[in-house]
C-alpha cells in the first residue's frame, strides 16, 4: 500500500529553524516526484515547489523561492521541508503529495500543522 | 504563473441536485486539468485528472470536461459525503497552480 507519513505538528517561535519530513512507503521512491503544498487557515492550496527524489533537482515557486528549502534522503524514502528563520505567516498545514506518473497528485500526505508564534 | 479562477467561491444544494463548478485558465493548459476534494481537517483527494478521466474508486457521479481554458466538474446526483471544498489545479506548466477552491455545503 503506498503511503506518505508526514512528521508530527510543530510550534516554533519566530527566528527558529525547522525541518519536516515525509516518508514514503509502498512504492519506489527514487521513482516519482515529491511536492509540497501549503495551506494557510481557511485558505486554499498553494504549490511551493518540488523535487525528483532520483538526482535531488529542485523547482521552487517564485512564491517560496529563497525561503524554504527541499531535499530529500532516497536511502530512507524520505522528503523533506525546511526553514532557516520562521515568521508568523509561515503558519499553516503542509502537506507532501506524490506525482503520479501521470500528470497529477494521486496520494497525499496527511499534513503537518506549523504553527509560528513568540 | 498561470492563475486558475473558480466559480462560484461557494454554492448550497439539496441532495440530489445537479451541481457544477468551473475552472477557468489565465492561458490554454489543454487538458492539463485536475479536480480534487478536500474534507475539513484531511488531505485533498483526487477525483479528476486529465480533464475528464475518473480516478480509480471515485463515484461515477463525479464526471469532468473541457479543453483549452474552461473546465467543469460536475456532481450529477449531490450526496451527504459530498459535503466538502473543491479545486481545481493546472499541471501545464510549474507552478502547478490551484484555484482558490468552492466550498459545497448541503441544503
Known amino acids: 500500500e503506498v503511503q506518505l507519513v508526514q512528521s508530527g505538528a510543530e510550534v516554533k517561535k519566530p527566528g527558529e529553524s525547522l525541518r519536516i519530513s515525509c516518508k514514503g512507503s509502498?512504492?519506489?521512491?527514487?521513482?516519482?516526484?515529491i511536492t509540497w503544498v501549503r495551506q494557510m487557515p481557511g485558505k486554499g492550496l498553494e504549490w511551493m515547489g518540488r523535487?525528483?527524489?532520483?538526482?535531488?533537482?529542485?523547482s521552487y515557486s517564485p512564491s517560496f523561492q529563497g525561503h524554504v528549502t527541499i531535499s530529500a534522503d532516497e536511502s530512507i524514502s524520505t522528503a523533506y521541508l525546511q526553514w532557516s528563520s520562521l515568521k508568523a505567516s509561515d503558519t499553516a498545514m503542509y502537506y507532501c503529495?506524490?506525482?503520479?506518473?501521470?500528470?497529477?497528485?494521486?496520494?497525499w500526505g496527511q499534513g503537518t500543522l506549523v504553527t509560528v508564534s513568540s | 504563473d498561470i492563475q486558475m479562477t473558480q466559480s462560484p467561491s461557494s454554492l448550497s444544494a439539496s441532495v440530489g441536485d445537479r451541481v457544477t463548478i468551473s475552472c477557468r485558465a489565465s492561458q490554454s493548459i489543454t487538458n492539463y486539468l485536475n479536480w480534487y476534494q478536500q474534507k475539513p481537517g484531511k488531505a485533498p483527494k483526487l477525483l479528476i485528472y486529465?480533464?475528464?478521466s475518473l480516478q480509480s474508486g471515485v463515484p461515477s457521479r463525479f464526471s469532468g470536461s473541457g479543453s483549452g481554458t474552461d473546465f467543469t466538474l460536475t456532481i450529477s446526483s449531490l450526496q451527504p459525503e459530498d459535503f466538502a471544498t473543491y479545486y481545481c489545479q493546472q499541471s501545464y506548466s510549474t507552478p502547478w497552480t490551484f484555484g482558490l477552491g468552492t466550498k459545497v455545503e448541503i441544503k
Open positions: 509502498g512504492y519506489s521512491f527514487t521513482s516519482y516526484w
Open positions: 486529465a480533464a475528464s
Open positions: 503529495a506524490r506525482r503520479s506518473s501521470g500528470i497529477y497528485y494521486d496520494y
Open positions: 523535487i525528483d527524489p532520483s538526482d535531488s533537482y529542485t
